[in-house]
């Protein structure tokens, strides 16, 4: 089964909990805190590579989970960190947010890894709040907990030259003649029905070509496999346009060149305008020569490159690898996508929302909110006051004044109501 997009649930690891302990001595029954810090949790890891041609894996799993960070423990021992989740993808894929739609990565270059989703930090143990007022915190940080997100894999795949063509002209020989691939052949149509890719040799150079299904007239409107399949053809720089030159299927050699192009224009513009080469194959069968002048008399353009081979017999192969890297070397090399600023974790972290919801109340929340509310112990006095010490050393109880709080007004905070004294 060939895959080509899917949806799945990706989630980073927890930070691990700051651990709450004081040093016990022989001749100092309560030492000061000692708790160590909590892990950090694990990230999620694309990593994008060669070996992998197609998404299926991922309808079959389809959450992945990294590694929570561990607990901080007792005399100031930090937790372990989570392990990362490194999640392989075929090289060219794309990752979208589900939500939104917005293209987060172009997994473009092949192992270069991209940390999609960052672990939760780990929490602070009781040692870190010790302070010259505040000799024996009781309290500890909880681990950020990081949040589930769903994204969209959709595979677009990088080849340099896509072919294109009829179903049967040979476009699976020829990239089995020039290429170290080896798709399936057959003499009937549709016998490719997902893409091949194969790299070329050229001298020192090499290139990566693409064979998909062949189209027909009306492939636009679902005919035979349709032209879904043109998006992996869409990051080529080149079109290598395969026509059976000898008519063995009955059809005009000319007809087809111009349905093709048709259809190629129906399924995007930007696809019809790449610089096509002509590749007029089976001319081991053909009786009369002058097919190939007539269809060269009937070409509107007298400047486009045509090569007459037989993919079947080898001939003239060479001579189309040269072609073709000669047309390659002149055009620019691709490029990743245009990605939008997106990225899960900034907006999360930096967020306070203050909300006036009646007379004199106001809900305060936000990621930055979340954040600092951790572990935070409302009973405990000192866990209290380092948790007012923030909200205003950080800006949020100006926030609250600019929204016009009073003394004696109730500020909502998760669950948890305030009176605010000024
Ligand atoms: N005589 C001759 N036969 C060829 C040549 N190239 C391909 N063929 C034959 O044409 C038939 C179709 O070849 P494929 O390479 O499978 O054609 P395709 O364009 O990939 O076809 P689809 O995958 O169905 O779109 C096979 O029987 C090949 O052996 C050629 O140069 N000369
Ligand atoms: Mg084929």
Known sequence: MFVDSVRIYIKSG??????????????????????????????????PTRDL??????????????????????????????????????????????????????????????????????????????????QAPHFSQTGEVTKERSV??????????????????????????????RPKIANYHFTTLTPNLGVVKYFDHSFVVADIPGLIDGASEGQGLGIEFLKHIE?????????????????????????????????????????????????????????????????????????????????????LVRVIWKELEKLPVQVPVDIEEFGFDDQDKTAITVTKVGKGEYEVGGGFIDNITRGIIVSDYESLSYFWKRLKNDGVIDILKEKGVKDGDTIRIGKIDFEYIE
């Not at 709450?20 to 999620?44: M, Q, V």
């Not at 093709?260 to 002509?278: A, D, R, Y």
């Open 14 to 47: 927890n930070g691990g909990k700051g651990a709450i302990s004081f040093r016990r001595e022989k001749c100092a029954p309560t030492g000061g805190p000692d708790g160590g810090n909590g892990g950090r949790g694990g990230d999620i890891i694309f990593h």
């Open 53 to 134: 041609n197609n998404l299926v894996s991922f309808r079959y799993t389809s959450h992945y989970k990294a590694q929570n960070g561990e607990q901080g423990q007792g005399t100031n021992r930090n937790g372990k960190s989570g392990k990362d989740l490194i999640i392989a993808v075929p090289q060219g894929t794309i990752v979208k947010d589900f939500e939104t739609g917005k293209i987060i990565a172009d997994l473009f270059y092949s192992d270069k890894d991209y940390i999609l989703l960052h672990g939760g930090s780990g929490g602070k143990g009781n040692a870190f709040f010790k302070s010259p007022t505040r």
């Open 152 to 181: 969209i894999l959709e595979l677009k795949t990088l080849a340099d030259v896509g072919l294109i063509g009829y179903p049967n002209v040979g476009k699976s020989t020829l990239l089995s003649v020039i290429s170290n691939a």
């Open 235 to 319: 990051r080529t720089r080149i079109l290598v346009h395969v026509i059976d030159i000898s008519g063995s299927d009955g059809r005009d050699a000319y007809n087809d060149y111009l349905v093709i192009n048709k259809e190629l224009k129906k399924f995007n513009e930007k696809l019809s305008l790449l610089p096509q080469i002509i590749v007029l194959n089976k001319i081991d069968m053909l009786r009369e020569f002058s097919k190939v002048e007539e269809f060269k008399y009937k070409l509107d353009d007298k400047n486009a490159k045509i090569v007459c081979v037989s993919a079947l017999c080898r001939e003239n192969i060479e001579e």
